[in-house]
């Protein structure tokens, strides 16, 4: 009794000590069964917080350098539109506007430079395809356009038990977001929008072609050139006024009668308010007033290279661009002058492709007189403006993201310390205890040793005698 008494007291010393070192009260689950499942759920509990603390952490360089990015994005479009606003005054020369359309190309460059930023090697704004640029330049025969290469999903992290937030923004929803609303025209020539729906995105040209002038001027004026170099469609009226010595064009400003010697005798060229124009010879005009009905005819085409002959009664003439497959419905019926017009698929537009068509009407590769460049430049600014809400708009997800993130990791790190505490609470020693019992072991040892040594001394002095 006396030796299980000292085993057992120096057992309790023995734990009391380890406790005290440890400074922990469950050393083995056999110590507290019902102790030791818990503090395993509550360690489990810390695990789960820990690896969303490091997703949160993780995450939110890439996001303010997306933030950041879409701001400086946001400043360079800021800039081209107010390069765009300018090529829009009627002051500026042709040599200004080669000037914008330079610097606007920049503005492009640096844009989709901004697109395709990268970050720890992986493209941030390209969704799930982080190995390839966001954005890359497609070529369709002469006609560039910019495609988004990218997916329209984007990384997320866990913050919580079941609680996902997105981290990143699609270079898809920032720069070519579609929102599609129809079709707008540059009122160039008189189309319009047909009845059907159309396929397609972003800005096509329409070339309506003048193929044939029928009529006669009368008075022995004649078609200069047989009327291969007119730009009237459909039905139009000439009159020569002898007695003023002007020609005018339906309802376009009279132009004075050549005189023989005059650079444009043999050429006339006579516009009306639409910018349709006649060409004229006045090589056998003898003079005298008339009146004159000529008319038109032409063919249009989507892709410039496959026409159909219009008949100017077509409500929906169905059109495909076998390069892109843009399906366009236009109607004819309004058409009066031959030209290239171009179609807006409105709010089907990414910010890339505006800027760039911008840059050619500034060069204006179709000779087009300033109130025609000036509708294609508003057309083109349309599209920048809303592209812009759309940056604007990414800027602040990202930081409505960074924000809930940091929220999130405000409440993980007070997760954190209750579940401490209270693991703490199951686990940790009460230390003045563990001293007390570590001190009563050591004296009840003690005293166990002292009994039994004397029991031995008595025993064998009995049997001594």
């Not at 008949?311 to 109607?331: A, C, K, P, W």
């Amino acid at each position: 009794m006396v030796k299980n008494g000292i085993f057992r007291n120096q057992a309790r010393l023995m734990n009391a000590q380890a406790m005290l070192s440890s400074g922990k009260r469950i050393l083995r689950p056999s110590d507290d069964p019902l102790g030791t499942a818990k503090a395993l759920t509550l360690r489990a509990h810390l695990t789960a917080i820990s690896r969303y603390q490091s997703s949160a952490l993780g995450a939110q360089p890439a996001m303010q350098m997306s933030t950041s990015a879409l701001e400086e994005a946001s400043g360079i479009i800021g800039d081209a539109k107010s390069l765009i606003l300018q090529g829009l005054s009627g002051t500026l020369s042709a040599d200004d506007r080669m000037s914008l359309a330079s610097e606007l190309r920049l503005q492009l460059d640096q844009l989709l430079d901004v697109a395709n930023t990268t970050f720890g090697g992986e493209h941030l704004f390209a969704g799930a395809n982080v190995d390839s640029p966001a954005f890359g330049a497609s070529g369709l025969s002469d006609e560039t356009r910019y495609v988004y290469q990218g997916s329209g999903s984007v990384p997320s992290i866990e913050i919580g038990n079941g609680v996902r937030t997105e981290t990143l923004i699609s270079g898809q929803d920032a720069f070519a977001k579609f929102e599609y609303s129809g079709v707008s025209f540059s009122n160039l020539t008189g189309i319009g929008a047909g009845v059907r729906a159309n396929e397609s995105a972003g800005f096509e040209y329409l070339t309506l072609r003048h193929d044939a002038t029928l009529g006669n001027p009368g008075l022995g004026v004649t078609l200069s050139g047989g009327g291969s170099n007119d730009t009237i469609l459909g039905n139009h009226t000439l009159t020569i006024d002898g007695v003023n010595g002007t020609v005018t064009l339906d309802g376009g400003a009279p132009v004075a009668i050549p005189q023989a010697g005059d650079d444009d005798f043999t050429n006339l060229v006579v516009t009306n308010e639409f910018g349709a124009e006649v060409h004229l010879n006045f090589t056998g005009y003898a003079g005298g007033s008339n009146t004159a009905s000529l008319t038109g005819e032409g063919s249009i085409s989507i892709d410039s290279v496959n026409y159909t002959a219009l008949t100017l009664t077509e409500t929906d003439l169905q059109l495909i661009d076998g390069r892109s497959g843009s399906v366009l419905h236009v109607d004819a019926t309004q058409v009066h002058r031959a030209g290239v017009e171009l179609v807006r698929f409105d709010g089907a537009a990414n910010v890339f492709d505006a800027m760039l068509g911008a840059i050619h009407d500034l060069e204006n590769g179709h000779d087009l007189r300033v109130s025609e460049m000036s509708a294609r430049l508003e057309m083109r600014l349309g599209e920048i403006d809303r592209n812009h809400e759309n940056v604007l708009r990414g800027v602040a997800v990202l930081g409505s993201r960074l924000a809930r993130i940091e929220t999130g990791l405000g409440r993980l790190d007070g997760m954190t310390t209750e579940i401490s505490t209270h693991l703490s609470g199951v686990e940790d020693a009460d230390l003045a205890s563990v001293v007390m019992d570590a001190s009563q072991a050591e004296q009840s040892m003690q005293l166990a040793q002292m009994a039994g040594s004397r029991l031995m001394q008595n025993t064998l002095l009995n049997f001594l005698r």
